[in-house]
């Protein structure tokens, strides 16, 4: 055999050999995988044999404590989506319009309890109310009607818009009258205006109380005597807004001296705020003494407040002012689109003295009501819980039960006259506003809190009579503060919202000495018509910072229109005085800002 042959056959026998241990190391490499996988799957068996076993029984632990805590646990919170208001919030765009933003997408932090919480105070009373009481008892040196009134000096009044504004002009004329040294003929009440209610003094008041309880002060008679057989007929005038003392007597003395009776329009704020205390004291008197409601308006309204105190301890009393005429007003926007602005803007024109309205700046500046909503919000930061009575005072409101629907379910112990009263109950009210209006005086001034929604007529007389008779809690939203406050919400947590509600809120929860004396409206903040048990005592507990005593800066956001001014400030104007312009003011100046119509907005 050749060499090369036989290195062929040689080549041939290693193949064979490296295949054959090819074959021997692959099967050992098969054979070492199936025996670890038998030791794994023997592992696994057992592993399961004592593992599962412990799972399952700590699962059934775990669904029996889930099962128990789902029983305990307190009522879920309420997930608040929006609601008309509730639907829509408002943001600015870089055009300058207003764009309506659907927030149902976003991520849900603002959470609305079904519970008040904690508020760390008192709901239904005020701090240091005990110390302090109304007094408007006459000094003793207060003349009498008797030793003062001149036989031949009449004073009439012709009041004018709502009830409440009304019953400003009737308080104040009584001191007017006492100023005059005149006999006060009976008011007689506005019949023409907005309301257009034909009621006369003696169908809201009672008369013969209101003139025996005052004939020390003041002389009353129910009409103008006759002279030589026929009624005296009266010279009509008017006065200006916040008329003071030597005001009236420069302005009627001479045409009383003259005429004998005269007769003052449209007398609403003619009385100035800054009186002497003897003359604040008789205001107090005619204001919480002698003006009474009749015995038919009287009993429907004790009806009313017993008929909610049967359903609760304490209930809150909300004058809600959220009618289409008081939106229109405002100036506002509510995120009703196109429709709304139609609608409002419609009812704006009525008014043909406002100019165009900015939504946006009228907002920042608190001068608009707050939504039905988020007077429940407020309310429920402030530790009101949902279980609470609700009694709402108010006229058709705009967007009907789905402009009230967030506030009911907030709050679904919800009332007014027409579910607590049947129809045949109210017959004798349903057509005449004022006594509508009447009823729902009683009942909040009944209530153990009142919350108002706007600065008009009827919370500033009833802050003030609250005041005076105990301070009783007045909640006024400090709308300023809150508005930016509930476009934000979503925004933050319900704990961070309702904090800063409670501290925006200082100051206008209706507590002693929240508004300093001789700031605001007296017949908001009668200070001269009330008393401390403890001078030094009350002085201590309301300069410390904790008293909510409002800041100038809390006072200042009241509202503050023409009619505030005093009538040394109208008279700068209105006496020949060179007015900014450079134009000398004429008579006609003086009566320019009266505005018909205007004042009207605020009645009630």
Not at 148 to 153: D, L, P, V
């Amino acid at each position: 055999m050749s060499p090369a042959m036989k290195k062929k056959k040689r080549d041939a026998n290693n193949g064979h050999r490296c295949i054959y241990i090819n074959d021997v190391i692959t099967a050992a490499a098969i054979g070492g995988v199936i025996f670890r996988t038998s030791i794994i799957r023997r592992h696994l068996r057992r592993f399961r044999h004592h593992v599962f076993p412990l799972i399952c029984a700590v699962s059934g632990c775990l669904l029996i404590f889930l099962a128990a805590f789902s029983l305990l646990a307190p009522s879920p919170v309420l997930h608040f989506h929006n609601h008309l208001s509730l639907l829509r919030h408002l943001s600015s765009v870089d055009n300058g319009g207003d764009e309506v933003r659907d927030n149902s997408d976003e991520t849900t932090t603002f959470r609305v309890p079904e519970s008040g919480g904690s508020s760390g105070r008192d709901l239904w009373s005020t701090r240091n109310s005990e110390l302090f009481f109304g007094c408007s008892n006459a000094a003793d040196n207060f003349a009498t009607a008797d030793a003062k009134t001149h036989s031949n000096r009449y004073l009439l009044i012709a009041t004018s818009g709502g009830l409440n504004q009304q019953r400003t002009g009737i308080t104040d004329a009584v001191v007017a009258a006492y100023i005059l040294n005149a006999t006060l003929v009976v008011p007689k009440l506005d019949q023409k205006s907005y309301w257009k209610d034909s009621s006369n003094f003696d169908e809201i008041f009672d008369v013969d109380w209101f003139i025996s309880s005052l004939s020390k002060d003041v002389k009353i008679i129910k009409q103008l005597p006759t002279k030589g057989g026929k009624p005296m007929s009266p010279y009509t005038m008017r006065v200006p807004r916040k008329c003071n003392a030597k005001c009236y007597q420069n302005r009627l003395v001479p045409v009383l001296n003259k005429k004998h009776a005269v007769q003052l329009t449209k007398f609403d704020y003619r009385l100035s705020n800054k009186l002497d205390s003897n003359l604040q004291k008789l205001r107090c008197r005619a204001n919480y003494q002698a003006l009474k409601f009749t015995d038919t308006i009287s009993k429907m309204g004790k009806k009313l407040v017993e008929r909610m105190s049967m359903k609760s301890k304490h209930f809150i009393t909300l004058h809600l002012r959220f009618e289409p005429d008081m939106l229109a007003f405002s100036g506002c926007d509510y995120g009703g689109g196109e429709k709304e602005r139609k609608e409002l803007g419609k009812l704006r024109k009525r008014w043909k003295t406002l100019h165009a309205s900015n939504p946006d700046k009228v907002r920042r500046h608190g001068r608009c009501p707050l939504t039905p909503e988020e007077v429940g919000l407020m309310l429920r930061a402030l530790g009101f819980g949902s279980d609470v009575h609700l009694y709402v005072a108010s006229g058709e409101v705009y967007g009907s039960e789905e402009t009230l629907a967030p506030l009911k379910t907030l709050f679904p112990n919800f009332h007014t006259k027409e579910t607590l009263l049947s129809k045949e109950e109210l017959a004798p009210f349903s057509s005449f506003s004022s006594r509508m209006a009447a009823l729902d005086f009683i009942v909040c001034d009944e209530s153990d809190v009142f919350v108002t929604n706007n600065n008009g007529n009827m919370a500033k007389m009833l802050a003030g009579r609250r005041r005076y008779f105990g301070h009783k809690p007045t909640i006024r939203p400090n709308a300023k503060k809150l508005s930016q406050l509930f476009i934000n919400r979503n925004n933050m947590t319900w704990e961070e919202f309702a904090s800063r509600i409670r501290t925006n809120q200082i100051g206008f929860l209706g507590e002693p000495n929240e508004v300093k004396p001789g700031r605001g409206v007296f017949h908001e903040n009668p200070a001269a018509c009330i008393c401390s048990t403890s001078d030094t005592k009350a002085k201590e507990d309301y300069t410390n910072k904790d008293s909510g005593y409002a800041t100038d800066e809390q006072v200042t956001e009241d509202e503050q229109d023409w009619s505030e001014l005093d009538y040394a400030e109208i008279t700068n104007q209105s006496l020949g005085k060179v007015l900014p312009s450079g134009r000398v003011s004429g008579p006609s100046d003086l009566l320019k800002s009266d505005q018909p119509e205007l004042e009207e907005f605020f009645s009630d």
